[in-house]
Nanobody, 116 residues
Framework: QVQLVESGGGSVQPGGSLKLSCTASGFGLERYAIGWVRQAPGKEREGISCIGTYDDHTYYSDSVKGRFTISRDNAKNTVYLQMNSLKDDDTAVYYC?????????WGQGTQVTVSS
């Protein structure tokens, strides 16, 4: 069964850190571009980061650049999103996806809440 599962979400104070994981089962992540998007209540879904396959090229949106780091561990079939210096505006449900045309797989999401 093909599945992506996010974990690592939770509640944190402003300035804190969280590390999200996106683990695949049923297929190998190494041949897929992996990305993270987030959706806050009342807002559109926002693509925030992705990592390529062979050259591990990375992308970050302006809203997270310098604070978030995406990485992959192919041996663990997992992609990570290290989130530092979290702000209230980072509160959202975070989703990962794995993309290799024509297939795209999505996880169910993990909640991140940043609040004092």
């Amino acid at each position: 069964q093909v599945q992506l599962v996010e974990s690592g979400g939770g509640s944190v104070q402003p300035g804190g850190s969280l590390k999200l994981s996106c683990t695949a089962s049923g297929f190998g992540l190494e041949r897929y571009a992996i990305g993270w998007v987030r959706q806050a209540p009342g807002k559109e879904r926002e693509g925030i980061s992705c990592i390529g396959t062979y050259d591990d090229h990375t992308y970050y949106s302006d809203s997270v650049k310098g604070r978030f780091t995406i990485s992959r561990d192919n041996a663990k079939n997992t992609v990570y999103l290290q989130m530092n210096s979290l702000k209230d505006d980072d509160t959202a449900v975070y989703y990962c996806y794995a993309d290799r045309p024509p297939a795209t797989y999505w996880g169910q999401g993990t909640q991140v809440t940043v609040s004092s």
